[in-house]
């Protein structure tokens, strides 16, 4: 596709609830992040694949979210028994090369609301 | 642990006027640095990139510098316009780590 893309672009939950966030990176590209962005604070970086493969886990917030790429393209992170805390926009980004340090694009974010 | 610091963290420029928004971390060992902007709702657009070996780059009417060694860069925007109107973040770049600054929130009267 032309950009990344991200669906749902906006999801209200309640507490508790388990909810999937998906990205789709620019074709071709074999690296893809998964940021946060929440009220009044600045991007928190969560993870990012290598291919199919996450080399650090270690910005995950805690063991309710856990993420996957499959066929070194789409990627779902997933938030099990949401809570408030968890609100935020969860941004997506891909890049060329599978290192963080290239250039990368974002997604236009998923819009997160935990009740 | 790397801090990104973005000063200041709001800015209100007539249209025209040329501006300079600055970003400072604390580790200088970086990779690169990022600058970005975001509109409201929407995503990251990434504006430039700078390698640590580079000392600026340029595209159009923006221009970033690196000084690696104070740890420090600089995003200069000639001629204002309503439309440069968003929020500009940094981004640091060391390890398999990316660290993002609070960001700048430049408005642009017409």
């Known amino acids: 596709g032309a950009g990344v893309s991200q669906s749902p672009s906006n999801k209200v939950t309640e507490k508790g609830k388990d909810v999937e966030l998906r990205c789709d990176p620019i074709s071709g590209h074999t690296a893809l992040y998964w940021y946060r962005q929440s009220l009044g604070q600045g991007l928190e970086f969560l993870i990012y694949f290598q291919g199919n493969s996450a080399p650090d886990k270690s910005g995950l917030p805690s063991d309710r979210f856990s993420a996957e790429r499959t066929g070194g393209s789409v990627s779902t992170l997933t938030i099990q028994r949401t809570q408030q805390e968890d609100s935020a926009v969860y941004l997506c980004a891909s890049s060329l090369i599978g290192t963080i340090v290239n250039e990368q694009f974002f997604g236009p974010g998923t819009r997160l609301t935990v009740l | 642990k790397q801090e990104v610091t973005q000063i200041p963290a709001a800015l209100s420029v007539p249209e025209g006027e040329n501006l300079v928004l600055n970003c400072s971390f604390t580790?200088?060992?970086?990779?690169?640095l990022q600058w970005f902007r975001q509109d409201p709702g929407k995503g990251l657009t990434s504006l430039l990139l700078i390698q640590s070996s580079q000392r600026e780059q340029t595209s159009g009417r923006l221009n970033a510098s690196l000084d690696k060694s104070s740890g420090r860069s600089t995003l200069y925007i000639a001629a204002s316009q309503p439309g440069d109107s968003a929020t500009y973040l940094c981004a640091v770049v060391n390890n398999n780590d990316m660290r993002f600054g609070a960001g700048t929130r430049l408005t642009v009267k017409p």
């Open positions: 580790d200088s060992a970086i990779y690169n």
